[in-house]
């Protein structure tokens, strides 16, 4: 049911220059106007995080290279909403003290309910312990820290253009992933692409900065307590 996303994942050393990022940006432009390529690389993820923070608001949309996709909407202070998943899509409402998900027949028996008709249209509120599994989603800046701030970046790439605007890549040698870094206006993040992403698989994107999130958690009728759901019985061993 989960996604990994974690800028410390393993990986080969980082290649010179992003895959995804080759064009350079109008030969004018050789500097960053918001003076970030002349910062140490941890300062630069530093600010970053505070810009990302201080808009209150983002989405994270994207595919990791292991094929699990993620969009997810968040609001600091409310929660967040949005899909998560691999072979099967997961619908979760994230709001303070309490995870609702939502699926297909998979997510129920992944977390041993008794599915039949029970969960049919239903939310599952799902228990303390299955939330954990959920955390990373519960809000903005706990996203942001796992997600982006999880590992030290040592370099910087010189300014290129990512989704049609300046950016500065923070590199990881670690792990091989570029964290674009907005190389005009707010430092805001742009893009995380993991190492051997290609045709769109490995792309994280952060965009939708500021803007108005609905975190509205389903109807009561329409939300199962996983803790009163009976556990599923095993089928007897012939």
Same mark, same amino acid.
């Given at each position: 049911m989960t996604i990994a996303l974690t800028a410390c994942s393993s990986g080969p050393e980082h290649p010179a220059v992003? *895959?995804?990022? =080759?064009?350079?940006?109008? !030969?004018?432009? #050789?500097?960053?106007?918001?003076?970030?390529?002349? &910062?140490? *690389?941890?300062d630069v993820? =530093? =600010?970053?995080? /505070?810009? &990302? @923070? /201080?808009?209150?608001?983002? @989405?994270?949309?994207?595919t990791t290279v292991s094929g699990n996709t993620i969009d997810i909407a968040f609001k600091d202070g409310v929660g967040s909403v949005g899909t998560v998943g691999s072979e099967t899509t997961v619908q979760l409402v994230s709001t303070p003290g309490a995870v609702y998900v939502t699926g297909d027949e998979s997510l129920a028996a992944s977390v041993g309910a008794d599915v039949g008709t029970t +969960?049919?249209?239903?939310?599952?509120?799902?228990?303390?312990?299955? $939330? $954990?599994? %959920? $955390?990373? %989603?519960?809000?903005?800046? #706990? %996203?942001?820290?796992?997600? +982006?701030?999880a590992d030290d *970046?040592?370099?910087? #790439?010189?300014?290129r253009e990512v989704d049609g605007q300046p950016a500065v890549g923070l590199l %990881?040698?670690?792990?091989?992933?570029?964290?674009?870094?907005?190389?005009?206006?707010?430092?805001? *993040?742009? @893009?995380?692409? !993991?190492?051997?992403?290609? /045709?769109g698989a490995g792309v994280i994107t952060f965009s939708d900065y500021g803007t108005e999130v609905a975190v509205t958690p389903p109807a009561e009728d329409a939300v199962v307590d996983i803790t009163k759901i009976p556990a599923a019985t095993p089928a007897p061993t012939p």
């Open positions: 992003s *895959p995804l990022a =080759q064009i350079s940006v109008d !030969e004018g432009l #050789t500097e960053a106007p918001n003076g970030i390529d002349e &910062m140490a *690389p941890a993820l =530093q =600010q970053s995080l /505070a810009a &990302m @923070r /201080a808009t209150g608001s983002y @989405r994270v949309t994207g +969960l049919a249209g239903k939310w599952l509120l799902i228990s303390p312990e299955a $939330a $954990a599994s %959920f $955390a990373i %989603f519960s809000d903005g800046s #706990t %996203f942001a820290t796992a997600v +982006l701030g *970046p040592e370099g910087l #790439t010189a300014v %990881f040698p670690e792990t091989g992933g570029t964290l674009w870094v907005a190389a005009a206006g707010e430092p805001l *993040p742009l @893009r995380l692409e !993991e190492t051997g992403a290609s /045709a």
